[in-house]
Nanobody, 124 residues
């Protein structure tokens, strides 16, 4: 079975850092791209970043550029999201998901499997 397990969320003060992990199993990791989305209370789920695991190409939302870094360890079938300089508005449940190559990284409907989400809370 395809599984995506997101972890690493928690409570952090504004300006702090967290690293999220997305452990994938049940499919050939190099055949898919992985993305991170987030959903704040009362808001829609939006794309944060994505990586093409085969060649390392990365994509970021404007809100993440310069603060977040996505990376993958293909030997461990794991994608990471390093989040620095966290802001109050980064508070959300973060989800990782899988999409086929050639799809659009920020389109939620292009992702076919989703992890369960991990909560990130940024406090003042």
């Amino acid at each position: 079975d395809v599984q995506l397990q997101a972890s690493g969320g928690g409570l952090v003060q504004a300006g702090g850092s967290l690293r999220l992990s997305c452990a994938a199993s049940g499919f050939f990791f190099d055949d898919y791209a992985i993305g991170w989305f987030r959903q704040a209370p009362g808001k829609e789920r939006k794309g944060v970043s994505s990586i093409v695991t085969r060649d390392g190409a990365t994509y970021y939302a404007d809100s993440a550029k310069g603060r977040f870094t996505i990376s993958s360890d293909n030997a461990k079938n794991t994608v990471y999201l390093q989040m620095n300089s966290l802001k109050l508005e980064d508070t959300a449940v973060y989800y990782c998901a899988r999409r086929p190559y050639g799809s659009t990284w920020y389109k939620r409907e292009d992702y076919d499997y989703w992890g369960q989400g991990t909560l990130v809370t940024v406090s003042s």
